[in-house]
């Protein structure tokens, strides 16, 4: 089923590891920022930071994705799997486009500049929850 629009959200820590509000606009800023480059098939159309939660600093972004090559119809159409395909993102067994894309465009994945810069500390947790390691940059 095709949506018009998507969602993503992306956090900076977790209610139990947070960053201050300016480390967590700086580092949710530049995110937004570097998009278009990352992605130049999902235009974006609306990006909504929010502090004020009970929670930690995090970003909504919405965006549609943009394909083209079409023979039928229209030759640009808003296609998820086309677009990211066209981003080079293809299903691989299990892994379709679009979880392969959403591994890529996280703060952990993206950019190794966004760890360094901001002296990041990731954490990996398992789907219960729990904690499986720690990497300190």
Do not use: C
Request: glycine share 8%; net charge positive.
């Amino acid at each position: 089923m095709k949506h018009p629009v998507y969602e993503m959200i992306i956090a900076v820590g977790s209610r139990d590891n947070t960053v201050d509000e300016e480390t967590g606009y700086s580092v949710l800023r530049a995110f937004y920022d570097g998009w278009k480059q990352r992605n130049p098939n999902l235009e974006l159309i609306g990006a909504y930071y929010h502090a004020d939660e009970d929670g930690v600093p995090h970003i909504h972004i919405d965006y549609v994705p943009v394909a083209t090559g079409y023979v039928n119809g229209m030759t640009t159409q808003s296609a998820l799997v086309k677009a990211l395909g066209q981003q080079g993102f293809h299903k691989e067994g299990k892994a379709t486009a679009q979880i392969k894309w959403e591994k890529r465009d996280t703060l952990k994945q993206n950019d190794t500049n966004f760890r360094h810069r901001y002296k990041l500390t990731f954490r990996k947790w398992n789907r219960n929850g729990k904690r499986l390691n720690i990497r300190r940059i």
